[in-house]
Every structure is written in structure tokens, then in C-alpha cells.
């Protein structure tokens, strides 16, 4: 079996100097601290510790030889969505990334395969940007932040991005970003604990009753982290679709069918919440993620689905065989 992380993140030292070649005022600023972390700084985000894997490649493959991972879907860091900065500026440098993980892939054929991010505040340029990523670079998906600049995924004007989606038929990864309430996280590391989950169940609930994926089924939406409260809360949001008209502004099915096509990587920390996604959805909508190479993320994927998961059928389609569907992979 090859085992495929669904959901990894990368920013090379040539990403990171290629950025500051062509887009001085949006560059990552990496300070090293020791051999095994830097500082990351990018316009307001200050990320202590950065781990090295973000960077050095024969780390990263280390590591996945550690954690018994064959091939990690990349992505970029969330940091470098960069949704409130100048859209022209932010899409040369999701040119940039995008470009440098389609050579990754083409050099590493059988150890990546890549996902690509757009500056979504620039929804037509965007959608051109993602495009050139898919037809011109070799990518296989988008990865999204959970809002842009403080407006929801459902906003309308981003349904050019989601047009070039639903053509392709891609996986788009979303990931928290920017949380909501942040003022009132300050303390004990909430923004991520509290703040990233919920972030995720705001986007999911904006895809569904805005209408996002009723209006672009070919779309497979990836909820990261399990899904945040998503899983759980399903159920009351088929209730009020029932019982309030508010959920009806946009969204013209029942909601249960925009929910039915969520699929969720793995990233539970624990064996009971896995069950319970695994039973709310099923075997066929939940792929293997670690959020690696962060510390929120888990250095331990492989063994928690084992440890979880007793049928042997079941752990091989979240380790390789629904990875390979979403990303339509030959094998």
C-alpha cells in the first residue's frame, strides 16, 4: 500500500527567495532559531516555532519514512494566502508557489503530488491563476483559506474560482485562517484549539446554505481538522433548514445533500471522534491528513488509524485508495 497524506504544507527557501525577488513587500522573513525551528514572519503573522520540514527537503523525507508516509499532497503554508494584501501583488505570489510545486512534483514524481492557492480577494484573476496551476503546472487542487478578508466563502463573487473547480472536478482543501473572535482567544492558544475548528464549521455552513456546492457538485470540498464541529453539528443544521426560513435565502435542496459531499481528512487526535466520523459519514469521505509538518498537526497518523480502525479494508481507504480517487491517480 502507498500511503498518501492528504494534507501537508510547504514553503521552500527558493519560494521564500523567489518572493522576495519579484514581491519584496510580501515576503516571508525566516529567522533561524536552532537546527530544528525558525521564526516565520509575513505581514502581521509571526509563526514560532516554524519547523524545519517546511523547508528541507531530506528532512521532510525523513520524516516520512519515520511516520511511514509515502507521499504528501503539498500545499502552502496558510500564511501565504495573503487575501488582505493587494490582489495583484498576492497573485504573483501564488504564481510563484504554484509554479515551484509543480517542479517539486515533476522532480518527485512518486513522493508529491500538488495543490495549488490563488488569491481569492481577486476572483477573476484567481480563477485564471488557477487554471494556469491546473493545465500549465501539473496541480491537482486548490487549497482555500475559511475566509477572504472576513467575507465567507459563499460571497458571490468568488464563483468565478469555484467555476474553474467544478470543470476540473478538484479537491479543495479548506483550512482555518484568519479566526473569527480572535480578540477573545488571546489566552491559553484558543485562536487554534477553539478558533481554527470553528472557523472551518463557519466555511462549511457558508458553502452549504449559501449554495457553493449545490450550484458545483463536481467540487470535492475537504473539511480540515475532522471537519471542525461540522460532523456534529449536522444535525442541527437539517434542523433549521426545517424549522427557519433563514437557511433558505440560497441553498434551493436539502441541505443533507451539500452535506453528503464533504469529505474530512483524518486529523482527530483521538480514537473515540474518529469512530464517530467514520460512522457519521462513511469509509469512502475521509482521507488520511496530518497537517504536517505544524505541531497542532500529528506525527502519528498512521498508527491512530490502526489503533482506531480494526477493519483492514476500511484503513486502506483513507491511506491510499480514496486519495487516489480525489486526486485521480493511475493504480
Keep these: 500500500m502507498t500511503v498518501i497524506d492528504s494534507h501537508t504544507h510547504i514553503l521552500t527557501e527558493a519560494m521564500i527567495a523567489a518572493i522576495a525577488k519579484e514581491v519584496p513587500s510580501l515576503a516571508p522573513r525566516l529567522t533561524r532559531v536552532d537546527d530544528d525551528s525558525a521564526v516565520l514572519e509575513i ?95 501539473g496541480l491537482r487542487g486548490l487549497h482555500v483559506g475559511s475566509n477572504v478578508a ?16 467544478d470543470r476540473h472536478g478538484l479537491f479543495v482543501l479548506v483550512h482555518p485562517h484568519k479566526v473569527v473572535a480572535a480578540q477573545r482567544m488571546g489566552s491559553y492558544y484558543l485562536t487554534n484549539l477553539v478558533g481554527n475548528p470553528l472557523e472551518t464549521t463557519i466555511a462549511a455552513a457558508s458553502l452549504v446554505f449559501g449554495g457553493v456546492i449545490e450550484r458545483h457538485p463536481n467540487i470535492r470540498f475537504c473539511l480540515s481538522h475532522a471537519g471542525g464541529f461540522t460532523p456534529f453539528q449536522a444535525g442541527r443544521f ?29 486529523i482527530t487526535h483521538a480514537p473515540g471522534p474518529l469512530r464517530f466520523l467514520l460512522e457519521e459519514v462513511g469509509a469512502d469521505r475521509i482521507v488520511f491528513g496530518t497537517d504536517y509538518p505544524f505541531d497542532m498537526g500529528t506525527t502519528r497518523g498512521v498508527e491512530e488509524i490502526e489503533e482506531a480502525i480494526p477493519d483492514a479494508a476500511v484503513r486502506a481507504k483513507l491511506l491510499e485508495g480514496n486519495a487516489r480517487r480525489f486526486f485521480k491517480l493511475e493504480g
Excluded at 509563526?47 to 504528501?72: G, K, T, Y
Excluded at 472576513?150 to 473547480?165: H, I
Design 150 to 165: 472576513g467575507r465567507n466563502l459563499d460571497d458571490l463573487a468568488l464563483d468565478p474560482v469555484w467555476e474553474v473547480a
Design 43 to 137: 505581514l502581521d503573522v509571526k509563526q514560532n516555532p516554524f519547523p524545519r520540514s517546511a523547508w528541507d527537503l531530506e528532512r521532510r523525507f525523513a520524516e516520512m519514512a519515520a511516520q511511514r508516509v509515502d507521499m504528501h499532497v503539498v500545499c502552502n503554508i496558510p500564511h501565504t494566502f495573503l487575501y488582505e494584501a493587494d490582489g495583484a501583488l498576492a497573485d504573483t505570489v501564488s504564481e510563484i508557489q504554484n509554479e515551484a510545486i509543480g517542479a517539486l512534483v515533476r522532480a518527485h514524481p512518486t513522493r508529491f503530488i500538488g495543490m495549488a492557492t490563488v488569491a481569492m480577494q481577486s476572483p477573476t484573476r484567481a480563477a485564471a491563476t488557477l487554471e494556469r496551476a491546473i493545465t500549465a503546472h
Design 238 to 266: 437539517r434542523h433549521g433548514w426545517k424549522v427557519r426560513k433563514e437557511p433558505h435565502v440560497r441553498l434551493k435542496g436539502d441541505p443533507a445533500e451539500s452535506l453528503a459531499r464533504f469529505v474530512y481528512d483524518s
